[in-house]
């Protein structure tokens, strides 16, 4: 398609999760099928977008700076600030000198239709397109076409999250939750599929809670598995009180779901669990580890943690220790708590000193490495089916196993995309070396 607009290079920046990064891959995907020249970040555009994240005050923070340093790189072009951060805020973004527009969650979507009055805008004040209400209900299904270039795309499958967690400013900035209809999941996996996309990768924010009519995540889940040419599923993040035994089934008994499950677990404190107000008790969650144990035992599984939550004390983050020392998990991912204003745990007391979290951080990152590696050696001198990705700064092509194992051997860029079996002959502490046991 031809572009008329005097906007002809864009340039687009990210902050915060996955999620936001597949919904700019697809707002950015819908600008070059229109005919506009996406340019890196930081080169100077017509038009630079970033994307923002205010999941804590810092990432606020750090989305201005972002901001700023956009207008300084592109003084001539246009500037639009989007997403999560302008929804919540947008009267700190159209604040900040140089930033023509400011659009809400919904209103991102639409970035397209704005270029005409981006072009012809003349006065200095931003416009400003947030939906208000607090009532982020109207999306377009279409919003959702997005991949990432490379031999795994993004399908997202739901928005939004009703749990409100006490750290949590999502369901604002989000809305929420509510699901992508199966139909339009199952064509859109179908089109990325007929793109050369090998792996797919579910997304949302609470994906767990995907519903539609009498279908839920287990029949999406059924209904993917069998799409021809899907080689593989891999479900992101999902949490531990959504999922069923009907899931984990699927997991072990189909060989396109990736046996691999990120499961936040926060903290092993009873006690920080319901300051967090999170959706499910300890015991819940080794009642899962055992079901887990019993269904699919091989199963990669990772958990997110949050060190010093307001109040956390030493025996409480023990207690967490003990719990994270007691499950198998196969990776952490650890987070320092930061606080979020507009949340209910941001006005909690006994706020955990700095050099404290720190440190508990570092003590359960030492202790995730050696649960990598824990789980990595378990499968050594087995051969497993490796989808390579890309050819390293070592010059050794990368790729993962379906329970996210990274593996490298020797080899170039023709291995891009091929799904081999790999005999895994050595471990190098954060992924597996192996050799070809079958020519793609
Ligand atoms: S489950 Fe909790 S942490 Fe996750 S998005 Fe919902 S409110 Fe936030």
Known sequence: MKNQSHIKTVSFHTLGCKLNQSETDAIAADFKHNGFEIVPFRSTADLTVINTCTVTNEADSKSRQIIRNAIKSSPQGRIVAMGCYAQINPEDLSAINGIDMVLGTNEKYRLLEYITQLETKVVDKPLVYVNESGDIENYRESEFISATGRTRAYLKIQEGCDYFCSYCIIPFARGKARSRQIVECLAEAKSLVDRGYRELVLTGINIGTWQDGSNKLVDLLDSLSIIPGLDRIRISSIEPNTISDDILHLLADRPTICPHLHIPLQSGSPEV???????????????LADRIGNIVPDVAWG?????????????????TLAVVEQLPFS????????ERDGTIAAKLPNRVDFH??????????????????????????????????????????????????????????SFKNKICQVHLTKDCSNYLIGEISEQP
Do not use: C, W
């Open 331 to 338: 990776y952490l991912h650890i987070f320092r708590y930061s």
């Open 356 to 413: 404290v979290k720190k440190k508990r951080a570092s003590i359960l990152r030492e202790m995730g490495a050696k649960k990598k590696q824990v789980y990595n050696r378990r499968f050594l001198n087995t051969v497993q089916p490796v989808l390579f990705e890309m050819v390293g700064k070592d010059d050794l092509v990368s790729g993962m196993t379906p329970n996210y194992i990274r593996v490298k051997i020797a080899g170039d860029e």
């Open 273 to 287: 669990l319901n300051r967090m107000r999170r959706k499910y008790q300890l015991t819940e969650y080794f009642d």
């Open 303 to 319: 958990t997110d943690l949050i060190v010093g939550f307001p109040g956390e004390t030493e025996a409480e983050f023990a207690e």
